[in-house]
């Protein structure tokens, strides 16, 4: 057997890794900045003054705590890959959650902004999730002939 360079998984994994991590990292990032930073980011992106701390800084908190969920799977992402669904359906539903609820905003457009955003996020790793799906749920080649030969062999 020769070794013809990296295995085509590893590189699907990398991708994988990759991209998961960026979605995380962004969601970890943005919570802390509402969290830390909740009147300075409403004024830039909203223009508003914020009435209620509270709920705002629990939604920084919630942002922060998601995105070191989607990182998790990186730990064993061969075998923690299918974690990758949840994240699609909670960017899914962010998705949906934002389109219906930006009116309520002082500024919609910045939130019709983050939904298309987080609809990206989500159709990206849904291509990373079929990638990786592909990758490890196909039977390798060179098991199933050794089993056939060996059927032939003892019959």
């Not at 969601?27 to 003054?49: H, M, P, Q, R």
């Not at 075998?79 to 919609?108: D, G, H, R, W």
Request: with cysteine; hydrophobic share 55%; glycine share 4%.
């Amino acid at each position: 057997m020769s070794n013809s360079g990296p295995d085509t998984n590893s590189k699907n994994l990398f991708w994988a890794a990759l991209i998961l991590s960026l979605v995380g990292i962004h969601s970890i990032l943005l919570g802390l900045s509402i969290y830390f930073f909740t009147e300075i980011f409403y004024k830039v992106f909203f223009a508003a003054k914020i009435e209620n701390f509270f709920f705002v800084r629990q939604s920084g908190i919630f942002l922060f705590l998601i995105g070191l969920f989607y990182l998790y799977p990186l730990f064993n992402l061969k075998n923690l890959y299918s974690l990758v669904l949840l994240v699609i359906f909670s960017k899914t539903v962010a998705v949906l959650f934002l389109i219906t609820n930006a009116q309520l905003t002082t500024a919609p457009a910045m939130i019709y902004l983050a939904a298309f955003f987080d609809g990206l996020m989500g159709a990206v790793l849904t291509v990373v999730y079929v990638q990786c799906r592909r990758a490890y749920l196909q039977p390798h080649p060179r098991i199933m002939p050794a089993d056939e030969a060996s059927i032939k062999e003892t019959a």
